[in-house]
């Protein structure tokens, strides 16, 4: 590219950033750490391109990159923006099926939806477990807490979203015997509760199919894949969301896995449900 085509174009975006950020000519020259009288010449016509320095002062000023400014590449993103596109760490509060989880619900709805949960699914517990469960966390708001959360599971079982959801062996069992996690829950409501979890699966079925797998055999931590453009992994306190087609294609791959290595399929899960009662 010829110099003067490339300094033209240099002035044009520098002028088209500056806009789109809303910054005048004093402030890019605070943000740059130079005279205002050195950004005015810079967006002046016939002015040479500046050196380096000045060029990546003015990117960072402007959230761009200096290939941009300069025309060696066609998008101003940098690689912390582009990573946030595709890769995002979003607050998991402690609290049922919470705003920004609902949120990709809705935006997948329609979609096949698989599930790894950290316990059991959430959409398929009984309100009783789900007070038990989260009762250091609803406290007062007990009552309102599950009536938006039942709301949302209404919204979702309408939303003709086919569920995967696989499961481990030793989850179910941990439940079933009321051991580690589950401890306290009376046995009448994990009775109860398992009765549930295998009539849905029944009820339920095609549009929603558990499978039950051997942790021993393979291993999964708690993700969920929303429909072909989202993958979202659960890590407590954050949840870790990717948009980028091939690590959702990574982690798909990975669900498949675990349904084609499941001890019971989609089909035997109720009736394995039901032994443990």
Known sequence: M????????????????????HLSQSKLAQSAGVDRSTISALLADGTRLPNAQLIADCALALGVTSDWLLGLSETPD?????????????DAPRALLDDTMFSWHKEAAGYKIRH?????????????????????????????ALASFQAQLDWMRG?????????????????????????????????????????????????????????????SSPVTVFGPGLAVLYLGRSYVSFRDPSKVQLILRHFDWLVREASFGARDAAQHIRALL
């Open 116 to 144: 790894v949960p950290a316990t059991l699914p959430d959409m398929l517990k009984l309100p009783e477990v789900v007070s038990w469960e989260y009762r250091d966390h609803l406290k007062s708001q007990d009552s309102v």
């Open 159 to 219: 939303a003709r979203s086919d569920y995967e959801i696989a499961l481990p062996f030793h989850e179910l069992h941990s439940f079933a015997h009321g051991t580690g996690y589950w401890q306290d829950l009376p046995l009448s409501l994990r009775r109860a509760q398992l009765l549930h979890l295998a009539t849905a699966c029944e009820d339920l079925y095609p549009a929603l199919r558990l499978y039950i797998f051997d942790a021993h055999k393979v291993f």
């Open 2 to 21: 010829d110099k003067r085509i490339r300094s033209d174009l240099f002035r044009e975006r520098l002028q088209k950033a500056m806009a789109s950020k």
């Open 78 to 90: 940098t690689v912390n923006s582009i990573l946030d596109q595709y890769v995002r760490f979003d």
